[in-house]
């Protein structure tokens, strides 16, 4: 009879030595079947924080003890990317492994959806739930879906077996709290929101114990406006937005506390990370992007590089730091390659396996990333070099031109600071003809923001 590997930390656990109130049968019965379902996945994603927002990523005040123990715990990836520098077609990306001037899901006009937007994310397209469906997976979505908030585009449509939370951003008004497709509030109450949240996750993962799943947790804030519980206000010395940062914080560590309750941390994958960065324009109700260049709404590096940590004990290195280019396109690729899901032939994806480098068997396969703002792509990085097609200094500016395009090694100037166009011309041509190459694989697609709901009388 073959030997039971169960993890120490869980053994110890179940003798009343961790944490309270743990089931000694469950937790046993949790941990040897552990290797024989595929593995969890729980995607933790907040809104709008910034590279320099997490005390494992430099802030001198902000207490983040659950997000600083998971990257202490796990990895701590440095150069990491979403999609796009604002909500809607970051998660668009997140969810399909597809930029979204593929899918529809951005515009030059409109940046993100609306309440009187029409359009949302396409049936045609495949998100990580539909495609995790095809292994029975449970799924579920909490929190924010910002992918369309009429019945057609919700969760439930995209391969999600429960949603609760508000379709849109918390400051676009009316701000309904759905379960599901029924609105239970509106507006809804956003001191608890966080609270709530955190408690419908729990409750997913308690109920979905002896079958894989897949929860993505979506917070809405840091987004402004800014809101905390009565337990968390008042409390940081970064003032409301520390508040309000601490609570999410709060939230991570409560989800990885009912992974390890239930014996299933060492058969999960946890991701964190955020939908774009700090909006600037909001003062001391946005966040900070450390040493980074720009924010929210830009392609300079601060506007789309976000702090990311992964999570998974016995499977990923403590401590250990990837530094490899990464990005939420590659969640989907991941997920699916070790849940055992093909990726679709029929449709081109962004989106590379990470599970190799996460898991130190093997280097990161992305190389390349391009940044878009909208429908149109401004900058190009390949290796260490950023070229800059198009800049916009701010959230509200105009976009400027650049030509001759700039050009940073972001190796050596992760803030962008010093121009090396003129000294490597050579790089400049090798960036230009990659982003040929890579515009000759866009088909134009209708966008989907444009699409605008019937005026009311």
């Known amino acids: 009879m073959p030997a039971i590997n169960i993890d120490r930390r869980l053994f110890l656990k179940t003798l009343?030595?961790?944490?309270?109130?743990?089931a000694v049968s469950g937790c046993l019965?949790?941990?040897m079947s552990s290797e024989k379902k595929p593995p969890n996945f729980v995607i933790i994603f907040a809104d709008d924080l910034g590279y320099g927002d997490l005390g494992c990523y430099g802030h001198p005040t902000v207490?983040?003890?659950?997000?600083?123990?998971?990257?202490?715990?796990?990895s701590k990836l440095t150069q990491f990317y979403v999609a796009a520098c604002v909500c809607t077609p970051s998660r668009a990306a997140l969810m399909t492994g597809r930029l979204p001037i593929r899918n529809g899901m951005?515009?030059?006009?409109?940046?993100?959806?609306?309440?009187?937007?029409?359009?949302?994310?396409?049936?045609?397209?495949?998100?990580i739930a539909k495609a995790l469906k095809s292994k029975n997976y449970a799924t579920a979505c909490i929190g924010k879906w910002h992918l369309g908030h009429l019945p057609q585009f919700l969760p439930m449509r995209h391969g999600f077996d429960y949603y609760y939370g508000i379709p849109y951003s918390n400051d676009m008004r009316p701000s309904p709290l759905m379960e599901n497709e029924t609105t239970l509030e509106e507006p809804a109450e956003q001191t608890t929101l966080t609270k709530r949240y955190t408690e419908k996750a729990l409750h997913f993962i308690e109920q979905n114990q002896t079958k894989p799943f897949f929860l993505y947790f979506a917070h809405n804030f840091p987004h402004t406006p800014l809101y905390a519980s009565n337990k968390f206000k008042d409390?940081?010395?970064?003032g409301l937005y520390g508040d309000v940062v601490e609570e999410l914080d709060w939230s991570v560590g409560k989800v990885m506390d009912a992974l390890e309750k239930y014996g299933l941390a060492e058969n999960t994958l946890v991701l964190f990370t955020s939908d774009n960065g700090p909006w600037l324009i909001r003062d001391l109700d946005g966040g900070s992007a450390g040493l980074l260049r720009g924010g929210k709404g830009s392609t300079w590096e601060g506007g789309m590089r976000e702090p990311a940590l992964a999570w998974w004990p016995g499977k990923i290195k403590p401590g250990s730091f990837?530094?490899?280019?990464?990005?939420?396109?590659?969640?989907?690729?991941?997920?699916c390659s070790l849940a055992g899901v093909k990726l679709p032939k029929d449709r081109i994806l962004?989106?590379?396996?990470?599970s190799p480098l996460l898991l130190g068997s093997g280097k990161g396969p992305r190389e390349e990333m391009f940044f878009y703002r909208g429908s149109e792509l401004y900058a190009v990085r390949q290796g260490p070099w950023k070229m800059h097609l198009v800049t916009q200094a701010g959230y509200r500016d105009k976009p400027h031109i650049q030509d001759p395009p700039l050009l940073f090694n972001l190796e050596h100037d992760p803030s962008e600071k010093f121009d090396v166009a003129k000294d490597h011309p050579e790089v400049i041509a090798e960036l230009k003809k990659l982003a040929e190459q890579h515009r000759a694989t866009i088909k134009p697609v209708p966008s989907q923001l444009e699409i605008r709901l019937p005026k009311k009388d």
């Open 235 to 238: 409390t940081s010395l970064r």
């Open 350 to 354: 962004d989106s590379y396996d990470i």
């Open 106 to 127: 951005c515009s030059t006009k409109y940046r993100v959806l609306f309440t009187d937007s029409g359009g949302g994310l396409p049936q045609s397209e495949i998100t």
């Open 29 to 31: 019965s949790n941990a």
């Open 63 to 74: 207490r983040t003890t659950n997000l600083d123990r998971m990257a202490a715990e796990g």
């Open 16 to 22: 009343g030595l961790g944490t309270a109130g743990l």
């Open 322 to 335: 990837i530094t490899d280019i990464t990005s939420t396109l590659d969640f989907f690729s991941t997920c």
